[in-house]
């Protein structure tokens, strides 16, 4: 084969396919876009799911591409194989040349042949195919591609061989399209082989040795199967293929993992050189070095395409194996943050065909340094909880950490099993493991009742997407072209198309009900880009009547399955009908709101740009009537002043009066003409851009699909209301504007206007006449502690007047005011300290019961008097008892009228005592 970069292998795939007539796509995001059932891209075809299901016309027939994937679960335990296995990542490349019912197995077949033989000059010999035979007899043997193998290629026949549905069977869920597929593999020699020797062992295709490499999967969706397992055969039929880039790499350039390849290779430098590992040492790391190479290369990835490591779904996926890469690094040596530096070799190693990496390389590292800065900190607290627990324990004579506390340290600080079990063996601990596994099993078990969601579409969404496609055949649904109809208009007359209620689609609704209507057209704007959904009213007016027939009050909007848009409301009057004539009416000054809101966000960011740099990138935005929020990454807290000139500038350009210009082009070309691209767009979709400033030049421009003011005069005030943080480097900005805006400064200027009412100043003084005011209380404050303490010390006086002598001793028994034993111990610590050797009793009525507590001075106890003694034959007076140390004891009665009498009997005790007439 010839030696070739991965940089040249994708390009070589992606030119050969455009040969053939392919469309070459971007990569969709890591990032699934209008697809909630799937967490992260994890296979070429997710962008294409809706062509395979028959919910979206295909824009091309033939397209090629290579897909950002990731597959990882929620858990730690299973990265377990990264590192080790030698051709197994969580982030890949997978190429793929896809026919929409276009060409079939024939041309599939015959085109990865000649990329495969002819570009790229593998030798025949070593190349062998698959293709299905049904284990089960239903479907039989693909023949048809075994016909076109020999047909169409020079493979060698005997290296055509067959297997059943495990292998060679593909299916995007329990139901829905599949079809055979077949393989090429890739024979690397014996010498590859790594169960040489191993008795028994022989080396084939599908086999469990390294020798044969499968680089290249075709799939034919040939057929439908329905909920009852029926396969049908599909009306037009499609070609799915995945290839792997690294394998093929790995291949090219003849090396024995894809560590190895170039695509890998410089990362692993890098990690060795910052370590000053000499050859030898970084061998004998061979699975850190290549779990932070696999790991880093996945997180560069992910934060490239917006995700920020939090605690749930993809965010919590990201934080996980971020924090898995870390905690690798330290073990090997590094002290401090490291990754960024592997993130950068990344940028650098994809970045030319990724250009993505490149314009977020500064977000890209800041968000990875302040995870893993966190991480840090995160670690010194859990070491401090599990150093707690070990305390904790060797007061109890205990040697086991308990499960549940293992997986507490697990869960909430990333601790893994490993390295609790590490930190606990240095000091002679063990960990119950049993424990720990049935504590992680029961949240495993919580998060798979919580996902199963995600594996497929529910029921409900099925419903949809069949009455989508009812609609459609019909003819039902249609805009008259009008793309974005929420643009042009406010209010639409069209027609009831469908009606849902309880889950089913029925023909009427009554008044009262709760329903979902589908309207030919719609100017309702749903939910997206983090604008939400418009409000109003549908209703039906006859000829000559001003009062409708049927209203509904439209609460919000959804979109099941794309294209579908939904009105979700509830039926306020009359008996609306599927084939109603209806008007559809936005709440237009809810609108209105929202538009002030959205263009606002949008001069919110540019403003945010200007003035804390070009770093700053939105990670989120909410945009509601009331409200609007914009999160963004920045590294620091804003400062009074960097907030104040943002919210200056937004008011100058609002009060500037921008058009808004709105254009529709494609992505490429509103990218390099400056547009900020956000995260999320698909492929070859035309975009919406909206400028604002005059046309030449532009100072913001956005790809947006929201809804806007025309002039930014319109939005009239606005207003940051908070700033905060919301994770690793985001912060996060509400606002209001317009009549929000004006509420708020009219409530602000109401409460100081009253605040200066209460404080006879001038609203313009109220800042100083507080000043003052808490200057006094202060000074008063102040005065009062005085006068506390000067308190406390004339009772103190007070007591140490009543000092006897008993015999030489000096003996205090004395009733105080308190209102808890504690302020009795605390007395009694006070009064030993100032008489230096003394027996007191102090005793306070406290709760309508006597208590008392007693202390001896050491030098004291020694002569035989013990404050245990003292405080019980005390105690027994008011019925009551108690005891404690010879030093300090504590007792309780029932009696609070003889507590005076008791404390009387102290001196006595004490001389009996030291004349030995009682016993101690
Ligand atoms: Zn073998
Ligand atoms: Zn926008």
Request: aromatic share 8%; with cysteine; hydrophobic share 40%.
């Amino acid at each position: 084969m010839k030696r070739m970069t991965g940089a040249k292998v994708r390009q070589s795939f992606l030119d050969f396919f455009a040969s053939k007539g392919h469309i070459v796509v971007p990569s969709a995001p890591l990032v699934p876009v209008g697809d909630p059932t799937l967490l992260l891209t994890n296979a070429g075809m997710n962008q294409f799911k809706n062509i395979f299901l028959n919910r979206e016309e295909p824009r091309y027939t033939r397209v090629a591409d290579t897909q950002k994937c990731m597959r990882v679960s929620g858990h730690l335990n299973d990265l377990d194989e990264v590192g080790r296995s030698l051709y197994h990542h969580t982030f890949f490349e997978m190429m793929g040349n896809w026919s929409f019912g276009d060409y079939y197995k024939k041309e599939a077949i015959a085109w990865a042949w000649e990329l495969v033989t002819q570009v790229w000059g593998m030798d025949k010999e070593r190349l062998w195919a698959t293709i299905f035979e049904d284990d089960e007899g239903d479907l039989g043997a693909d023949e048809e591609a075994r016909g076109h193998w020999m047909s169409e290629t020079s493979i060698n026949p005997a290296q055509i061989i067959a297997f059943g549905r495990k292998d060679n069977f593909w299916s995007m869920g329990p139901t829905g399209p599949c079809g055979p597929c077949s393989e090429i593999h890739y024979d690397r020699g014996p010498e590859y082989c790594d169960k040489q020797g191993e008795p028994g062992h022989v080396c084939r295709v599908n086999g469990d040795c390294s020798r044969y490499l499968e680089f290249w999967n075709l799939v034919f969706i040939q057929y439908n199967r329905d909920a009852e397992g029926v396969l049908t055969e599909l009306p037009a039929k499609h070609v799915d293929t995945g290839l792997g880039l690294d394998r093929v790499a790995t291949l090219a350039q003849d090396v024995k993992a894809n560590y190895e390849n170039d695509l890998f290779a410089p990362i692993l430098h890098r990690i060795q050189e910052m370590l000053e590992h000499d050859d030898e040492t970084a061998r004998g790391q061979l699975v850190p070095y290549r779990v932070i190479a696999d790991h880093g290369r996945a997180v560069t990835f992910l934060v490239g395409d917006g995700v920020i490591p939090g605690n749930e779904g993809r965010n919590y996926v990201l934080r996980m194996i971020l924090r898995r890469a870390a905690r690798f690094g330290r073990k090997i040596g590094f002290t401090e943050p490291f990754l960024g530096e592997v993130a950068k070799v990344v940028i650098d190693t994809f970045g030319d065909h990724y250009e993505d990496l490149r314009r977020r390389r500064e977000f890209i590292l800041n968000v990875i340094r302040q995870e893993e800065e966190r991480f840090q900190r995160t670690l010194d607290v859990g070491l401090a909880l599990l150093d707690e627990i070990m305390v904790d324990l060797e007061g109890k004579e205990e040697t086991v950490i308990l499960g549940a506390d293992a997986f507490r340290l697990y869960d909430t600080f990333g601790f893994p099993l490993d390295l609790t079990r590490d930190v606990a063996a240095e000091r002679g601990f063990l960990v119950d493991e049993e424990g720990f596994r049935a504590a992680l099993e029961e949240q495993r078990q919580r998060g798979r009742e919580s996902q199963q969601f995600v594996t497929g579409d529910s029921k409900e969404l099925e419903l949809y997407a069949r009455l989508l496609e009812e609609l459609k055949a019909r003819g039902r649904l249609g805009t008259d072209g009008v793309e974005h109809p929420y643009d042009e208009y406010i209010e639409l007359e069209t027609m009831i198309v469908a009606i849902v209620r309880d889950g089913m689609v029925v023909g009427q609704a009554r008044e009262g009900d709760e329903v979902e209507i589908v309207l030919a057209a719609t100017p309702f704007y749903v939910e997206s880009g983090g604008q939400v959904s418009d409000a109003g009213l549908l209703a039906r007016y006859e000829q000559g009547k001003d009062v409708a027939c049927w209203e509904v009050e439209v609460a919000s909007m959804w979109q099941p399955v794309p294209g579908l848009l939904v009105h979700r409301g509830l039926v306020t009057h009359g008996e609306p009908r599927v084939e109603d004539p209806a008007w559809a009416v936005v709440d237009a000054a809810r609108r209105m709101d929202i538009a002030r809101n959205h263009t606002a966000t949008h001069l919110l960011h540019s403003e945010l740009r200007y003035i804390l740099g070009e770093h700053v990138q939105q990670a989120g935005s909410l945009v509601a009537p009331e409200k609007l929020r914009f999160d963004f990454t920045h590294g620091a807290m804003l400062t009074q002043d960097e907030m104040d000139a943002v919210e200056q500038s937004v008011n100058d350009a609002i009060l500037a009066n921008y058009p808004l210009l709105i254009d529709h082009t494609s992505y490429q070309q509103a990218v390099s003409a400056g547009a900020m691209a956000l995260f999320g767009e698909k492929y070859g979709d035309q975009v919406r851009v909206i400028r604002i400033g005059v046309p030449e030049e532009p100072f913001s421009q956005e790809l947006c699909g929201g809804t806007h003011v025309h002039q930014t005069g319109e939005i009239g005030l606005f207003r940051i209301v908070s700033e905060g943080s919301v994770g690793s480097g985001v912060r996060r900005i509400e606002a209001v504007t317009g009549r929000a805006a004006q509420h708020l400064v009219q409530e602000r200027l109401g409460v100081l206007d009253a605040a200066a009412t209460h404080l006879g100043a001038q609203p313009e003084e109220v800042d100083r006449a507080v000043l003052r005011l808490l200057g006094d209380l202060h000074r008063r404050q102040k005065e009062i502690a005085d006068l506390r303490r000067e308190l406390a010390r004339l009772e103190y006086e007070q007591l140490l007047r009543q000092v006897q002598e008993v015999d030489g001793v000096k003996v205090l028994a004395a009733r105080v005011h308190a209102a808890e034993v504690e302020t009795l111990r605390e007395m009694t610590d006070w009064l030993r300290t100032q008489l230096g050797s003394a027996v007191i009793v102090l005793g306070a009525v406290i709760g309508e019961k006597p208590s008392f507590v007693a202390a001896v001075t050491p030098d004291l106890v020694e002569q035989g008097l013990k404050a245990g003694t003292v405080i019980k034959r005390v105690a027994t007076v008011v019925g009551g008892g108690g005891g404690g140390k010879p030093t300090l004891a504590q007792a309780g009665g029932r009696d609070p009228r003889r507590l005076d009498e008791a404390l009387a009997l102290v001196p006595k005790v004490v001389r009996n005592l030291l004349d030995g007439k009682e016993d101690a």
